[in-house]
């Protein structure tokens, strides 16, 4: 099993060595058993669970968090039973944010708009002013 340096794996998935590292530091990524070269190597799924990281962090999730995600996927938890109940837990927490970012955007909309129905507004008082 060759595996991939840790440059490598930063390359594909778009981030830096150090940050590939830390992960592998965290917990979240694990490196292959040694095989005597002396340098770090991770299997080709390092790839995915570094842009699972980074599309988890983007949406929100602190990195404990993200670890508890990866290893449910790992099947790293007791039972079937355990994980069915947190993932969906999970998905209850990513759809709440749905709804509280789809609501955010909607009040930033409503304030887009009424800053540029007041910019007319503005211009015609300030062109008054001047006369």
């Known amino acids: 099993m060759k595996g991939l340096s840790t440059s490598?794996?930063?390359?594909?998935?778009g981030v830096t060595p150090r940050m590939v590292r830390h992960y592998a530091r965290r917990g979240l990524l694990q490196a292959l058993?040694?095989?005597g070269s002396g340098r770090r190597?991770?299997?080709d799924i390092a790839i995915l669970r570094m842009q699972l990281i980074r599309r988890g962090l983007r949406a929100g999730f602190s990195l404990d968090q993200l670890g508890h995600l990866l290893s449910l996927r790992a099947g790293q938890t007791s039972s079937r039973l355990q994980r069915a109940v947190q993932c969906q837990a999970l998905l209850r927490e990513i759809d709440d944010r749905i709804v509280t970012l789809?609501?955010?955007r909607s009040a930033l909309d409503e304030v887009q708009q009424a800053t540029s129905a007041a910019r007319p507004k503005a211009?015609?008082?300030v062109a008054?002013?001047?006369r």
Not at 8 to 13: E, W
């Open 123 to 125: 211009r015609q008082t």
């Open 128 to 130: 008054r002013a001047g």
């Open 8 to 13: 490598q794996i930063a390359q594909k998935a």
């Open 102 to 104: 789809k609501a955010l």
């Open 41 to 43: 190597m991770f299997p």
């Open 33 to 35: 058993p040694p095989n």
